[in-house]
């Protein structure tokens, strides 16, 4: 696996400006597992003086201890690891006391959800810390959380004893598909692209796709062997954030197999709806599924809301390996990939060249200096599929159509999309503009009349 760090120039830059200014610094950092939280603290970290520490499902006792023997490193006072303290006020007083050095030291509470759960009175703690001496001293306060729900409400919430008193805030969102591609610079830009659909923005995950193999062969090492770092992710990652995994894993498997609605999900899972909505709920919460809409510039009603799993990972796991898991273990990694895998695979990256493309229409918008608001969805009926809608604020509606296998004929694709043109509800009567998104270059002539663009692979990926 690389180790190189990739990325995160604006979140480095908000922590230096912190650690820079005068008086203390309270930043949280939030957003999913995998994501990158801790490795961005502690690159930013590296030749500061720093306390880091991170939470586990342990009692207090044990998690205060790790905190001292922390600081005794940090601080080169070996003594502080058995220094007798009861509680964390006065495990922070004596950090306070002993830090002599010159500027902010920086205190690091990684998986900070865990340490709350065992001290509840940890926020308090430290909101009466940060307004009696660490707002105006030399302390930088980072908390690090994976649960996106729990810091929202626990750290920045209006009820937490937190709230209102960050400096900023930062939440750590996945790659986008441009630098995403930075894991893999040698590869070709389907291959960064095929990485993408399979492994999405996390770090971690790119990371496990070996530059030297090609696409086949990281998945065989890294999804379906048993050895893979990938082929028990999704399991464990649901484990240590969920209970009844099994019901959860019922849901993700009916979203990863073509059922996107309320009532297609229950009949696959069984799940009530009032239960149903709470476990969707959940999901939605943790960044792992998204509500969708059909875009059209009106209020969507309740039948015509889905749910896609948004998480790429998760959504390849749950459609190849979850389901086949004896016929895995039967036929070996290698053999599973050819024959459960390849004769799919075009196709599934059909749909992630679909998601690659609504991802790029703002960065399009930029290049052509587009300045009206706009929003990026999709258009679906029971009759018509629209693959990217730009909705904008000038009257001006984009249209596009995505194709990642092998295009026969511009004049055949232009002409499919024009037919779905009339199934398009335009209640603001604004003016369609199409756009043709394909995986090679196409040699065709715009037609200007009805304002049509065409983009290929090459041209998304030189926005970045």
Same mark, same amino acid.
């Given at each position: 696996?690389?180790?190189?760090?990739?990325?995160?120039?604006?979140?480095?830059?908000?922590?230096?400006?912190?650690?820079?200014?005068?008086? +203390? &610094?309270?930043?949280?950092?939030?957003?999913?597992?995998?994501?990158?939280?801790?490795?961005?603290?502690?690159?930013?970290? $590296?030749?500061?003086?720093?306390?880091?520490? @991170?939470?586990?499902?342990?009692?207090?006792?044990?998690? %205060?201890?790790?905190?001292?023997?922390?600081?005794?490193?940090?601080?080169?006072?070996? /003594? =502080?690891?058995?220094?007798?303290?009861?509680?964390?006020?006065?495990?922070?007083? %004596?950090?306070?006391?002993?830090?002599?050095?010159?500027?902010?030291?920086?205190?690091?509470?990684?998986?900070?959800?865990?340490?709350?759960?065992?001290?509840?009175? %940890?926020?308090?703690?430290?909101?009466?810390?940060?307004?009696?001496?660490?707002?105006?001293?030399?302390?930088?306060?980072? /908390?690090?959380?994976?649960?996106?729900?729990?810091?929202?409400?626990?750290?920045?919430?209006?009820?937490?004893?937190?709230? #209102?008193?960050?400096?900023?805030?930062?939440?750590?969102?996945?790659? #986008?598909?441009?630098?995403?591609?930075?894991?893999?610079?040698?590869?070709?830009?389907?291959?960064?692209?095929?990485?993408?659909?399979?492994?999405?923005?996390?770090?971690?995950?790119?990371?496990?796709?070996?530059?030297?193999?090609?696409?086949?062969?990281?998945?065989?090492?890294?999804?379906?062997?048993?050895?893979?770092?990938?082929?028990?992710?999704? *399991?464990?990652?649901?484990?240590?954030?969920?209970?009844?995994?099994?019901?959860?894993?019922?849901?993700?498997?009916?979203?990863? $197999?073509?059922?996107? @609605?309320?009532?297609?999900?229950?009949? &696959?899972?069984?799940?009530?709806?009032?239960?149903?909505?709470?476990?969707?709920? $959940? !999901?939605?919460?943790? +960044?792992?599924?998204?509500?969708?809409?059909?875009? $059209?510039?009106?209020?969507? @009603? &309740?039948?015509?809301?889905?749910?896609?799993?948004?998480?790429?990972?998760?959504?390849?796991?749950?459609?190849?390996?979850?389901?086949?898991?004896?016929?895995?273990?039967?036929?070996?990694?290698?053999?599973?990939?050819?024959?459960?895998? !390849?004769?799919?695979?075009?196709?599934?990256?059909?749909?992630?060249?679909?998601?690659?493309?609504?991802?790029? /229409?703002?960065?399009?918008?930029?290049?052509?200096?587009?300045? &009206?608001?706009? *929003?990026?969805?999709?258009?679906?009926?029971?009759?018509?599929?629209?693959?990217?809608? #730009? =909705?904008?604020?000038?009257?001006?509606?984009?249209?596009?159509?995505?194709?990642?296998?092998?295009?026969?004929?511009?004049?055949?694709?232009?002409?499919?999309?024009?037919?779905?043109?009339?199934?398009?509800?335009?209640?603001?009567?604004?003016? /369609?503009?199409?756009?043709?998104?394909?995986?090679?270059?196409?040699?065709?002539?715009?037609?200007?009349? @009805?304002?049509?663009?065409?983009?290929?692979?090459?041209?998304?990926?030189?926005?970045?």
């Amino acid at each position: 696996m690389s180790v190189e760090f990739v990325g995160r120039q604006r979140e480095l830059a908000v922590l230096e400006q912190a650690w820079k200014c005068e008086g +203390g &610094a309270f930043i949280p950092v939030y957003g999913r597992h995998r994501v990158g939280k801790s490795e961005l603290v502690v690159k930013f970290m $590296t030749g500061k003086p720093a306390l880091y520490v @991170t939470g586990k499902v342990a009692p207090a006792e044990l998690q %205060l201890r790790e905190f001292l023997r922390a600081a005794a490193s940090a601080l080169r006072e070996p /003594l =502080l690891a058995d220094h007798p303290v009861a509680d964390w006020p006065a495990a922070f007083r %004596l950090v306070e006391e002993r830090w002599k050095g010159p500027g902010k030291l920086i205190l690091a509470l990684d998986e900070f959800q865990w340490m709350a759960a065992a001290s509840p009175e %940890l926020p308090s703690v430290l909101q009466e810390c940060w307004d009696r001496r660490w707002r105006n001293g030399r302390i930088m306060l980072i /908390l690090c959380g994976s649960y996106l729900g729990f810091m929202e409400r626990e750290v920045l919430g209006k009820k937490s004893p937190l709230f #209102g008193r960050r400096t900023a805030q930062i939440l750590l969102r996945p790659f #986008g598909y441009g630098e995403a591609a930075r894991f893999h610079p040698n590869w070709s830009r389907p291959n960064q692209a095929a990485a993408y659909f399979i492994c999405g923005g996390l770090p971690f995950y790119l990371r496990c796709f070996a530059p030297a193999l090609s696409i086949e062969q990281n998945l065989v090492a890294a999804v379906f062997d048993e050895l893979g770092l990938l082929f028990r992710e999704p *399991e464990f990652l649901l484990r240590e954030e969920l209970r009844e995994v099994s019901t959860y894993n019922a849901i993700l498997l009916a979203l990863a $197999t073509g059922s996107p @609605t309320n009532s297609e999900i229950s009949r &696959a899972t069984g799940i009530g709806d009032r239960a149903l909505h709470y476990y969707l709920s $959940t !999901l939605v919460e943790l +960044g792992y599924v998204q509500r969708r809409f059909p875009l $059209t510039g009106v209020p969507p @009603t &309740a039948r015509q809301v889905r749910y896609a799993l948004e998480d790429p990972l998760l959504r390849f796991w749950f459609r190849f390996v979850y389901p086949n898991l004896s016929l895995i273990a039967r036929l070996g990694a290698a053999q599973a990939v050819r024959e459960l895998v !390849l004769p799919e695979l075009e196709s599934y990256f059909g749909h992630g060249f679909e998601r690659l493309c609504r991802e790029a /229409l703002p960065a399009l918008y930029v290049r052509e200096g587009v300045r &009206a608001g706009f *929003e990026v969805g999709e258009y679906w009926d029971k009759d018509t599929q629209i693959d990217v809608v #730009g =909705l904008r604020q000038d009257r001006w509606t984009d249209l596009g159509e995505c194709k990642w296998g092998h295009v026969g004929s511009a004049t055949a694709l232009r002409a499919e999309l024009r037919d779905r043109l009339p199934r398009f509800p335009n209640p603001r009567h604004a003016t /369609l503009g199409l756009r043709f998104f394909t995986r090679q270059r196409m040699r065709v002539t715009p037609d200007a009349a @009805t304002h049509e663009r065409w983009h290929c692979l090459d041209d998304l990926y030189e926005l970045g």
